[in-house]
């Protein structure tokens, strides 16, 4: 039994029920009239390897990958993109037709994305970008912006030894700013960016004051439940522009459609509505 010409992907985690990614990808193959299928799949730990192996037996184009599978993908695979390297983990994998497994991660490349979108003018060229958080979406984020050629991040972290270690591994162009330092030393940063769950429904929120932002800084949020955080909306109040974090998940599917079904798909307001479930 085959299933032929139609083309297939998934996301794999755990939990995965909560996936907006199937919505997103779903969303597109209707669009193009491609008649594939982009399926959530739940894997415990000790099936992530049999997981990946069936889904390459059944023909499957490739998978998402999120958490908490983002580190181990990248001993899956056989070609291994800069970023991906750089970044130390995996969020898509395209399963080549000459047999061999690529990973990329596209988290920042959807931060960036997002960012141009909403603000063309923004440059990370022209001064300091604040980054709060040093987890795996930090990581994604600091490349990112090291890639747009910004002169300097200043990482904050509540712990900072997890700072600390993300400073050694991107190199000179990393500060560490001790939390409670934040405040003052947002004085001439262009950008900043929350990469915590602080903010998110059911979590407080980012309490740190923005007294000294400047009031051309663009402000961002990987948060995106609410849509408006209150960071966002504090930032708002000073007159910043800010941009809000669903864009950095449907422009990170991007390049994973692309490479699995073949066209390089638009990130338009009737995705955010659907994903919105508007
Ligand atoms: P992810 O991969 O989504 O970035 P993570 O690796 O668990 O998730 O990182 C979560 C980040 O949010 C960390 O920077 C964490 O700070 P610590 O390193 O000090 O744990 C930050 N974070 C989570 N809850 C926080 C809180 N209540 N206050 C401050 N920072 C918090």
Not at 95 to 114: E, L, P, S
Not at 205 to 218: E, M, Q, T, W, Y
Not at 257 to 268: A, C, K, L, N, Y
């Amino acid at each position: 039994m085959t299933t032929g010409s139609i083309p297939l992907a998934a996301v794999i985690g755990s939990p995965i029920a909560h996936s907006l990614s199937p919505r997103v990808h779903g969303y597109w193959l209707r669009k193009y009239q491609i008649p594939g299928y982009y399926i959530p799949i739940g894997l415990s730990r000790d099936h992530f390897a049999k997981g990946i192996d069936a889904l390459v037996r059944l023909g499957f184009r490739g998978v998402n990958i999120t958490l908490p599978f983002k580190e181990t993908a990248l001993a899956f695979a056989d070609v291994i993109t800069d970023e991906a390297a750089l970044i130390g983990a995996a969020n898509t994998l395209t399963f080549r037709k000459d047999g061999r497994i690529q990973a990329d991660n596209t988290d920042g490349y959807g931060f960036v994305a997002n960012i141009r979108q909403k603000a063309p003018e923004w440059s990370a060229r022209v001064a300091p970008a604040m980054v709060i958080g040093a987890g795996g979406a930090s990581r994604a984020i600091i490349s990112a912006l090291l890639g747009e050629g910004a002169p300097e991040i200043l990482l904050v972290n509540r712990t900072r030894s997890r700072a600390e270690m993300l400073a050694e591994h991107f190199g000179a162009r990393i500060t560490v700013v001790d939390w409670t330092h934040a405040p003052a030393a947002m004085a001439g940063i262009g950008t900043l960016v929350n990469t915590t769950s602080l903010g998110m429904e059911g979590e407080p929120p980012l309490n740190i004051p923005l007294d000294h932002l400047p009031r051309g800084a663009l402000v961002t949020d990987i948060v995106y439940t609410p849509l408006q955080t209150p960071l966002l909306i504090e930032a708002e109040k000073r007159g910043c522009q800010t941009v809000d974090g669903l864009g950095m998940l449907l422009h990170q599917a991007v390049p994973g459609f692309e490479s699995w079904f073949g066209i390089r798909p638009e990130v338009d307001d009737a995705l955010r509505d659907e994903v919105l479930g508007k």
